[in-house]
């Protein structure tokens, strides 16, 4: 037996990917006020810092390489703006939408929603208000002659000469390829593999003129902070005057460009991206389990021979069905919470297995995840909440034929930390410690209850306690010792 390939896995499929994109969405609910509004900030300034580095790869580009490269060049610059997103982890305002995922599963309300989204996009302006501020002090849009500045008030107020539908559907178009780049994003594990994921859908959408509110938080105010601040000689410089942009104000801005695409970026991510992809992967159909086993495991030799009796305990012919001490025990998917909560308790069991309407074990429910979900929404249950809300979907299972041995040691001890070598056999960490001593000072985050299947069948479930009791007699007879006294004698 191994550890199962998800731990390390490099690639999810497309229904693993909406297993982690419930993640994503569930955990945009558990953050702080506090914390989802700093994260904001930064997601603004990190697309602020990104609108920056388009307007400098454009200004005068158009007329050496021709507007579709020069666009191109753009948008690829562009793409550093949802790179640092996605890997340092802000709080960007349309990717955030994806959260309706959450409230289709149950697992939050539709007004908290609304407030998760409002704290974020507050964020976001603030983020993008705050590099506005230092890009104005610093008179970038003098840079080139004038040009940088010129290029920034055309583009502006380019924004601002859009029909409310034009701006409603080009914030659609936009949103749609800034979440299928998120969503993409959660098909790998690897942090590289992600930024290079997200590059091509920001470049088309920010090439082909799409638009995106929280860009344009930064983009268009600064047009306007370039028109009302640029002193005479920038305006001699450029041969241009100030009232040719006199369009580019607040009210404007709002009413013509903010409102529409806000609206427009909502039904593009949490509509079109979001909830069409719930639809298709959870409204129908739920993840089944693989399991794990019949894979060899390295044996190490100890430095004193077993006694014979140990060694008859510990023999490979003894497998988990035979230690098995659980009976089949399970939750449906569609169980009310409340009443798989009484089911565990009665049993006195901390989670159980779920299993769906064909009998496959599609995840499981247990008391942590119960009280993960009160301290989320305040302590006070969700309405018409259900296991499939809450229950883990990626989870563990063990061949009822697999050895105690093979089974100690999946639950125990893990071979990766406790010999660091690479696939070709070079050492990556060096330590002075003996074997012994490195497999006592491991930490192992395993399960400590399985559910056992045989033939594709789940037939009960095993527990650490469950393989103490098989390992105890290689310490001997019982000593018939209760629980009940526990105290030490005095002299």
Known sequence: MSVPSSLSKQYYSPPEMMGEAEKYALSKTSKSTTMCICLAIMAGLFIGLAFLFYITVTTGSSDQVGWGLSHLAGGLAFSLGLILIVICGGELFTSTVLSSIAVANKQISFKKMLSIWGKVYFGNFI????LLILVSAACLYQMDHGQWGVNALMIAQHKLHHTPIQAFALGVLCNLLVCLAIWMSFSATNALTKAFMVILPVAMFVSSGFEHCVANMFMVPLGISIQSIAPPEFWAQVGLSPDQFADLNWMQFISANLIPVTLGNIVGGAVLVGLSNWFIYRQTQYKTVTVYSNVSVIKTQSTQKLPAKEISVMSTKQTVKSILQHSVFSLKVDMPTAVAIDKLLECDLEGAPVVNNEGQLVGFFS????????WCQGYIPVENQKVVDLMSRDIMAINANDSLVDLVEFMCIDKEKLFPVTDSGIATHLSTLSLEERA??????????????????????ITLADVARALRPVYGESLNSTCKDTSLETA
């Not at 983020?127 to 705050?130: F, I, N, T, V």
């Not at 006592?440 to 056992?452: D, S």
């Open 440 to 461: 006592k000072q491991m930490n192992v985050a395993r399960p400590h209850i399985l559910p056992v299947v045989e033939e594709g069948k789940l037939i009960g479930l």
């Open 127 to 130: 983020g993008a208000s705050l």
């Open 367 to 374: 008391i942590h995840n119960v009280l993960v979900d009160l």
